[in-house]
């Protein structure tokens, strides 16, 4: 089983729409969580942290729900820059080690 | 003024050669590391260094082999290169991991 869960997509939306990607793990003593930005030939970003009161960045909200064990990112009014991977990443076993999803693909239409 | 440089960008060589990447951090890290990205876009870790000693080194082959001459610098060697060593390479750095890492624009590595 993977570390790392998300799904593929792709999603596409049109410019305005929110979306919402969800992402499981399946370490229960996982620390830390973030969500990361990749865009076509580019090196991954990060995009935010993932606090487990949840938390927003403009018209970016992640939640953690240790319970269930997922994670989920939140994007309102999209944009058409907002086209790109969404990649879900845990601290799985406290060491200096991210385990990375394989992605969710957004591309904003409009 | 780039905070986590990898070189060359790309490279292009034939089965058997040996290469190297090298990735330099001016950002005053304690650890780096080695990813490789496949064709299926997936990041997979190889290597972690902290303070040049290796504390992360997953199933990777023998043929790859990281060298961290001072805590800024972690360079990646491959011998006898093989059509399957064909990736996307990321170098990137943390302080700690649960602030993120930081990575490198990416080596694009193609065997012919």
């Known amino acids: 089983r993977k570390e790392v869960e998300q799904d593929p997509g792709p999603f596409n939306v049109p410019e305005g729409a929110t979306v919402a990607f969800n992402c499981t793990y399946s370490?229960?003593?996982?620390?830390?969580f973030f969500w990361y930005r990749q865009d076509c030939r580019k090196e991954p970003k990060l995009l935010m942290s993932?606090?487990?009161s949840g938390n927003e960045d403009g018209r970016f909200t992640a939640q953690l729900n240790r319970a269930s064990q997922y994670i989920s990112l939140l994007i309102r009014d999209s944009k058409l820059s907002d086209s790109a991977t969404y990649l879900c990443?845990?601290?799985?076993?406290?060491?200096?080690?991210?385990?990375f999803g394989t992605g969710t693909r957004l591309t904003v239409i409009p | 003024d780039t905070a986590v440089s990898q070189t060359p960008k790309y490279l292009v060589t034939q089965m058997g050669n040996d290469k190297s990447i090298k990735c330099e951090q001016n950002?005053?890290?304690?650890?780096m590391y080695w990813y490789k990205q496949d064709s299926k876009k997936f990041l997979k870790i190889m290597f972690s260094?902290?303070?040049?000693?290796?504390?992360i080194n997953e199933t990777v082959p023998n043929r790859f082999s990281p060298k961290s001459p001072d805590k800024a610098h972690l360079n990646l060697h491959i011998n006898s290169l093989e059509l399957g060593d064909s990736a996307v390479y990321f170098c990137?750095?943390?302080?700690?991991?649960?602030?993120?890492?930081?990575f490198g624009s990416g080596t694009r590595l193609t065997v012919v």
């Open positions: 993932v606090y487990s």
């Open positions: 260094y902290n303070n040049k000693e290796l504390i």
């Open positions: 950002l005053g890290h304690d650890t």
């Open positions: 370490n229960s003593a996982s620390q830390s």
């Open positions: 990443v845990v601290n799985v076993d406290g060491a200096n080690n991210l385990f």
């Open positions: 990137a750095s943390s302080q700690f991991s649960n602030y993120g890492y930081t």
